[in-house]
């Protein structure tokens, strides 16, 4: 059996997240079994940032986020809300995928506390080196780890939050809850307040 190798970077270096980064890092268990690391994508500068759960099975095997049904549906969304997808940051709270095997089909399953925890340096030095002029959790998951707290997508709309920079933070659904919606009104609930949470983060970092 192979020794797990030492991560390259402990908590509080802040390095770039490089793929290589992430396939050489070892602060969880979920590289074991995933296969790559999925590092944050976008241009320099952008002002707004995407913040997911994790990377799904596309992503996984591709190495890009946002790739995959959730993906297609996240950028058909930006495009509804008049954002270029190519000018945003997207990226993971955890940057390998969790999931558990159901013969031989992967399904998804969300991050444990400690995961996401041990992956927050890796967002944490996205968040410091994009600067970005505001912050999309998308999911539960995401704006925890971005708070540092649980904390529910309706009370951070009720009471708006920043990140440790103070960037300001625009709490939404993740674009798979749309996906699983059980029929087409919640559907078309879900897809309108993902919309108008977009414009309204757009708004935001259009000042
Ligand atoms: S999920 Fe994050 S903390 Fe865990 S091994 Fe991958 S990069 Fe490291």
């Known amino acids: 059996m192979n020794e797990p190798r030492r991560p390259r970077v402990e908590h509080g270096a802040l390095p770039a997240p490089t793929k290589e980064h992430l396939d050489d890092c070892r602060r969880c268990d979920l590289w074991e079994h995933a296969t790559q690391g999925v590092p944050g994508e976008g241009p320099t500068g952008a002002k707004i940032m995407l913040v997911g759960e994790q990377p799904g099975n596309e992503e996984d095997l591709e190495g890009v986020p946002f790739v995959g049904p959730a993906g297609r549906m996240l950028r058909t969304l930006l495009d509804e809300a008049g954002i270029d997808a190519g000018r945003v940051y997207m990226t993971n709270a955890v940057k390998h995928f969790s999931f558990v095997?159901?013969?031989?089909?992967?399904?998804?399953?969300?991050?444990?506390?400690?995961?996401?925890?041990?992956?927050?340096?890796?967002?944490?030095?996205?968040?410091?080196?994009?600067?970005p002029a505001v912050i999309v959790a998308l999911g539960a998951t995401a704006l925890a780890a971005i708070a540092r707290r649980r904390i529910s997508i309706a009370d951070a709309r009720a009471s708006p939050i920043t990140d440790a920079q103070g960037t300001p933070v625009v709490a939404t659904y993740h674009p798979s809850a749309i996906l699983r919606a059980p029929d087409h009104d919640a559907r078309a609930a879900l897809r309108a307040s993902l919309v108008a949470d977009l414009v309204r983060a757009a708004k935001m970092a259009n000042g």
Do not use: D, Y
């Open 101 to 131: 095997l159901r013969g031989k089909r992967r399904i998804h399953k969300t991050p444990l506390q400690r995961q996401v925890s041990a992956c927050h340096v890796w967002l944490e030095s996205e968040l410091v080196r994009e600067k």
